[in-house]
């Protein structure tokens, strides 16, 4: 073919989506995998261990052309290398062991959510966060708080997780295929998430109607239990095929601007009468970030669950600040 062909296209010097990563564990590989391979987003992993991400970043490159995409990704040591992201994603962070609750790691998490939120804002000033870091309502709020972003451009990831699991509880429960199933929890990520039937559906067709309580309880307690149970199967680890796709759930809404209604970690300012945290609630997601918080109607139990959540979030916090003042 004639090179001069070449040189009659148009320039391609629009940017790409640009998702950085901190922690190249598991979650955060497997979401560079999810970003790449469905030709969302360049990708950049970012972790402490030097050549962990590089090696990780070049398995992943090496499966381009069979995979079918050319996006970019770099595994770095160095935040520099996040520069102009749009989206950081926070994994980094000790994972649960068999026995552990996630409130036991505020103390190992909390300064290394702080320290990347800030460098990673120091390079990509522009973007959005999203925290996945254990204990993830705490580890949401401090990485705001430490970066003194509009809370709009924070967000936690927990409730499109739970959701998905009991998704996936509700279909295997009644033989049915999960594209029509809809679920929604709200509250924190972990024992004190809250469940709402009435608005957990089958084709438009509340739960209610199609399960009994005992049947209901038994699949919400498996939900909550969800990440227990993966932890204590697997031993040395917990899960994070899940969540990445959680996680890339929520990018895609971002960078797509899709506006999508997902449950997750965002600021409360008055709504659901809490103010001042980050709580598990239904918000529609787009290019800005968090574009509404969704008030549902709730049970007198359901919103007696929620402040019972946000008071045990506000205690955890109030710990994570008291270790912070001891470093």
Known sequence: MNSSVFSQLPPTDRPQPRVSIVGAGKVGSTLAQRLTEKNLADAVLLDVVEGWPQGVALDLMQARGLEG??????????YVDTANSDIVVITAGRPR????DRSDLIETNAKIVIDAAKRSIEYSPNAILIVVTNPLDVMTYLAWHATQLPPHRVVGMAGVLDS????????????VSTQDVQAMVLGNHGQQM??????????GIPITELLNATEIDRLIDRTRNG????????????????PASS???MVESILADRSRLVSAAAYLQGEYGIDG???????RLGRQGVRQIVELSLTT?????????????RRNIKNAERVLERI
């Not at 945290?277 to 918000?283: A, I, M, S």
Request: hydrophobic share 45%; with cysteine; aromatic share 10%.
């Open 69 to 78: 995409h050319d996006r970019q990704i770099v595994g770095t040591n160095d």
């Open 247 to 249: 996680i890339y759930w």
């Open 164 to 175: 998905a699991r009991l998704q996936t509880f509700i279909s295997l429960e009644l033989g």
């Open 194 to 203: 809250i469940p709402v039937p009435q608005y957990c559906t089958v084709k």
């Open 227 to 242: 990440g227990t149970e993966i932890v204590e199967l697997m031993q040395r680890g917990g899960a994070y095929f899940a």
């Open 301 to 313: 139990a359901q919103h007696a669950a929620l402040e019972k959540a946000a008071t045990e979030v």
């Open 277 to 283: 945290l980050f709580l598990g609630v239904p918000c």
């Open 97 to 100: 062991l068999p026995g552990m």
